[in-house]
C-alpha cells in the first residue's frame, strides 16, 4: 500500500506509514473538534474549522514529563497527529514598585499643603535635634560648683567625657591592693562612657539609614523616631556619665558639688527644644484624625510616659551612693558617684592599716554596682527605643515590640532604683559610723517612677483601639 504523503510502499494491512508515521487512509485529526477529516482538506467536515490557521505555543500549566534529552526536549510526532510544545517561560526579574504614601484620610483639621509645610518643618526640627545630641555627645563634662542660698557658681576646671580614658587611672596609692580599689571607679566609668558613646552613634547610624531608604522612596516613616532616640541616647550617657563622677555635699546650707557643666547643660536645652518642637509640630500634622477621645488619651499617655522617662534620667544621674550624717545638730547630706565613692573605700582600706572589713566592704559594693551599672544600661537601651517610638507615633496604637521595651525599660529603672538603695545601705552598714544612715529618697523614686512607667505602658495598651482585623477572603469557585 502507497503513502499518500511521501508516496513510500508500506504492507497490505498497514495503518500508518512505516517512514512518515501518518496514516494511510489520508484522513488526519481535526485539532479543534478532534474527529477525523481528509488530510488534503483545507477545512474540517465536521466543524468547519481551518486546518491551516496559524497555531500559537501557549506556556503549558503542567510540567514536561522528563525525557533523556531534558523536559523542553520536542517530542516527535505521532499516528499523523501534530504534537506542539512550549518550553517553560523564564522567569523575570521585575523591579520593586516605588513605594507611594496613601492620601491623607480622616478629619484632619490642615489643608493638605499646610499639612505637608508643617511636616517638612518638623523634619528638619528633628534634624537639628540628631545633629545636636551628637556634638554635644562629645562635650559631655562636669565642674565644681559651689552654692548657698539657692545661688551656686562654678570653679574654674572640671572633667571632660574623655578623662576617663586616662586621668581616671592616675592615682596617688601605690600599694597594689588599694591602688586596684581607686581604680575601681574608674573601669566602672570607662565601661558606661563607652557604651553610652556607642549608643549615640548607633542612634545615627540608624538616622542615615532611614534617611537613605526616604530618599529611595522605600519607606513612608519620618526621622523623629531616629532623632529622639539619638536625643535620648545623649541624656542617657550624660546620665551614665554623672552616675559615675558625681558627687555632692551640703553642710548648713552650703553646697559643694561635681554636676553637668555649662555645655553639658546646654546641649540638653537645645536639644529638648528642638525635640519638642518638632514632637509638637508632628502631632500637628497628623491632626485630630480618628475618634478624639483615643487620639487624646494615647497622646497625652505618651508624653506622660516622656516624663517619666526624663525625671528618671535625672535621677539616675544623680549618684550611687546617698549618705546623711549628723553631729553636733549639724545635717551633712553626701552623694557618691562611682569614683569618688571606690577612692573614700581605697582611702579607708590605707588608713585602717589594710583592713579586712574595707576589703570586704570593696567586694560587695563593687559586686552590686557592676548590677547597678548592667541595669542602668539596659535602661538606657530599651528607653530609647520605646520613648522614640512613643515620641514618634503619639496617636498610633501601640505595638507589642514598643509595649515590650516600654515595659523593660521601667523594669531596668525600677531594678537601678533598687540597687542603689542596697548599696547606700550596704556602704553604711560596713562603714560602723552609728551617726551615718542612708539617704533612700532618691533610689525610691527612682524605683516608683520607673514602676509608674510599667503601669502607664500596659494601661496604654489597654486603652488603645484594637488592631483591624482582615476582612475575610472568598476563594473565586473555578
Do not use: W
Not at 552616675?243 to 540638653?268: H, M, Y
Not at 507615633?393 to 542596697?422: H, N, W
Request: with cysteine; aromatic share 8%.
Amino acid at each position: 500500500m502507497k503513502c499518500y504523503h511521501c508516496d513510500t510502499e508500506n504492507l497490505e494491512g498497514a495503518q500508518f506509514c512505516k517512514k512518515c508515521g501518518r496514516r494511510l487512509d489520508g484522513m488526519s485529526l481535526c485539532t479543534a473538534c478532534g474527529k477525523m477529516t481528509p488530510a488534503d482538506g483545507e477545512y474540517c467536515i465536521y466543524c468547519g474549522s481551518n486546518r491551516n490557521a496559524p497555531v500559537y505555543s501557549m506556556p503549558l500549566r503542567f510540567p514536561l514529563p522528563e525525557t533523556p534529552q531534558g523536559k523542553s526536549a520536542a517530542v516527535p510526532a505521532a499516528a499523523g497527529y501534530p504534537v506542539r510544545t512550549a518550553e517553560k517561560p523564564k522567569a523575570r526579574k521585575e523591579k520593586a514598585p516605588e513605594y507611594t504614601a496613601p492620601p491623607a484620610e480622616g478629619n484632619s483639621f490642615l489643608p493638605a499643603r499646610a499639612a505637608e509645610i508643617v511636616g517638612k518643618i518638623s523634619e528638619i526640627a528633628a534634624l537639628v535635634t540628631a545633629a545636636l545630641s551628637l556634638i554635644f555627645t562629645f562635650l559631655i563634662g562636669a565642674s565644681l560648683k559651689v552654692g548657698t542660698g539657692g545661688v551656686s557658681a562654678g570653679t574654674p576646671g572640671g572633667f571632660s567625657i574623655f578623662y576617663f580614658f586616662g586621668d581616671a587611672f592616675q592615682t596617688a596609692y601605690t600599694e597594689k591592693k588599694s591602688k586596684l580599689i581607686a581604680q575601681t571607679g574608674a573601669f566602672f566609668g570607662t565601661g558606661c562612657v563607652v557604651f553610652g558613646l556607642l549608643l549615640v552613634v548607633l542612634s545615627v547610624v540608624f538616622l542615615a539609614r532611614r534617611i537613605v531608604l526616604i530618599v529611595q522612596k522605600k519607606t513612608d516613616k519620618g526621622i523623629l523616631a531616629p532623632a529622639a532616640m539619638t536625643y535620648l541616647a545623649y541624656l542617657f550617657t550624660v546620665a551614665l556619665f554623672l552616675l559615675c563622677i558625681g558627687q555632692k555635699a551640703e553642710v548648713a546650707g552650703v553646697s559643694t558639688s561635681v554636676a553637668a557643666n555649662v555645655g553639658t547643660v546646654a546641649g540638653i536645652v537645645l536639644g529638648a527644644v528642638a525635640l519638642a518642637a518638632a514632637f509638637i509640630l508632628s502631632v500637628l500634622k497628623q491632626g485630630m484624625t480618628g475618634e478624639m477621645r483615643d487620639y487624646l488619651i494615647r497622646t497625652c499617655s505618651s508624653v506622660l510616659y516622656a516624663i517619666l522617662a526624663f525625671v528618671a534620667i535625672g535621677l539616675l544621674g544623680s549618684g550611687a551612693v546617698f549618705m546623711t550624717t549628723e553631729a553636733l545638730g549639724i545635717k551633712t547630706s553626701t552623694v557618691q558617684g562611682f569614683q569618688p565613692l571606690f577612692t573614700q573605700i581605697a582611702s579607708e582600706y590605707v588608713a585602717s592599716g589594710s583592713s579586712e572589713t574595707y576589703a570586704s566592704l570593696y567586694n560587695i559594693t563593687a559586686a552590686l554596682s557592676a548590677v547597678l551599672v548592667v541595669a542602668a544600661a539596659a535602661a538606657c537601651v530599651t528607653g530609647s527605643r520605646a520613648l522614640s517610638d512613643l515620641i514618634s507615633s503619639p496617636g498610633g496604637k501601640l505595638q507589642k515590640r514598643t509595649l515590650a521595651f516600654a515595659i523593660a525599660a521601667g523594669l531596668c529603672l525600677a531594678a537601678a532604683g533598687v540597687m542603689m538603695a542596697v548599696v547606700s545601705l550596704v556602704y553604711v552598714g560596713k562603714m560602723g559610723n552609728e551617726a551615718l544612715s542612708a539617704a533612700l529618697g532618691v533610689p525610691i523614686g527612682l524605683a516608683v517612677i520607673g514602676v509608674f512607667m510599667c503601669v502607664l505602658a500596659i494601661v496604654r495598651k489597654k486603652f488603645s483601639l484594637p488592631e483591624e482585623e482582615p476582612a475575610d477572603v472568598v476563594p473565586a469557585l473555578s
